[in-house]
C-alpha cells in the first residue's frame, strides 16, 4: 500500500520554542518523492520542499529544517524557534507511480499553532 | 501575476444543481491536477491531465467531469450537485508529474 501518515492531528507550542512534525510513509517502489506543503489560515497550500529518494541528506532553510530517514521510511519537518506565522496546517505527501501513473498522496495532515 | 488562477473563489449552490470551476495556469506546465479537501482537511487527487489527455481518474462519480481545451486550462464541472460534493477544490499544475505542484488559491463549494 501506499501511504502517507502524519500522527500529530494537532500540536500546540509558544512561540519560540522548537517543534517537530512526525511523517511516516509506506511505499514498495524503489524511486519515489516526499514534499512538504503549508497551509496558513487565509487557504491556500504552499509548498516548502520536494526530495528524492536517492537523496539522504537533511535539509536546512532558515527555521526549517528536514530530516528524511529511509530505514524508518521517515521525512520530519522541524521549526526552530517558532513563530505564530508558522501557525497553519502541514502536510507530508508522496509522489509514486501508482496504477500506472504517477500520483501525489497526501498525509492528513498537522494543525500547528504557535501562541504568543 | 498568479500563476494558477481558478474562479470563482465561492461557490454557494442547491443540491441538484449543475456548477463549473475554471482554472487557468499561465507557467507552461505540461501537468494539471484537480484535489478535494474535504471538512477534515483531508487532501484528495481527483483528476490529473497531462498535455491535455487524462492520466489519473481517482475513483470520482462520473457526475464530476473534466475539461481540458488546452495545455493551459482544466475547467471541472460537476452535474446534480449532492451535500457531500461540499468542500474546497484545488487546481494545481507542475513541470511534469513527481514535480513540485503550484496550487490556486481554491474554490471553497457548498451545497445546500
Known amino acids: 500500500a501506499q501511504k502517507v501518515t502524519q500522527a500529530q492531528t494537532e500540536i500546540s507550542v509558544v512561540e519560540k520554542e522548537d517543534v517537530t512534525l512526525d511523517c511516516v510513509y509506506e511505499?514498495?517502489?524503489?524511486?519515489?518523492?516526499l514534499f512538504w506543503y503549508k497551509q496558513p489560515p487565509s487557504g491556500e497550500l504552499v509548498f516548502l520542499i520536494r526530495r528524492n529518494s536517492f537523496d539522504e541528506q537533511n535539509e536546512i532553510s532558515g527555521r526549517y529544517s528536514w530530516n528524511f530517514q529511509k530505514s524508518t521510511s521517515s521525512f520530519n519537518f522541524t521549526i526552530t524557534a517558532s513563530q505564530v506565522v508558522d501557525s497553519a496546517v502541514y502536510f507530508c505527501?508522496?509522489?509514486?507511480?501508482?496504477?500506472?501513473?504517477?500520483?501525489?498522496?497526501f498525509g492528513a495532515g498537522t494543525r500547528l499553532a504557535v501562541h504568543p | 501575476d498568479t500563476a494558477v488562477s481558478q474562479t470563482p473563489k465561492y461557490l454557494v449552490t442547491q443540491m441538484g444543481n449543475d456548477k463549473s470551476i475554471k482554472c487557468e495556469q499561465n507557467l507552461g506546465h505540461d501537468t494539471m491536477y484537480w484535489y478535494k479537501q474535504d471538512s477534515k482537511k483531508f487532501l484528495k487527487i481527483m483528476f490529473s491531465?497531462?498535455?491535455?489527455?487524462?492520466?489519473i481518474n481517482e475513483t470520482v462519480p462520473n457526475r464530476f467531469s473534466p475539461k481540458s481545451p488546452d495545455k493551459a486550462h482544466l475547467n471541472l464541472h460537476i452535474n446534480s450537485l449532492e451535500l457531500g460534493d461540499s468542500a474546497v477544490y484545488f487546481c494545481?499544475?507542475?513541470?511534469?508529474?513527481?514535480?513540485?505542484?503550484?496550487f490556486g488559491s481554491g474554490t471553497q463549494l457548498s451545497v445546500l
Open positions: 511505499t514498495r517502489d524503489t524511486t519515489y518523492y
Open positions: 494545481a499544475s507542475s513541470p511534469q508529474v513527481n514535480e513540485k505542484l503550484f
Open positions: 491531465y497531462n498535455n491535455k489527455e487524462l492520466i
Open positions: 505527501a508522496l509522489g509514486v507511480f501508482s496504477g500506472g501513473y504517477n500520483k501525489l498522496i
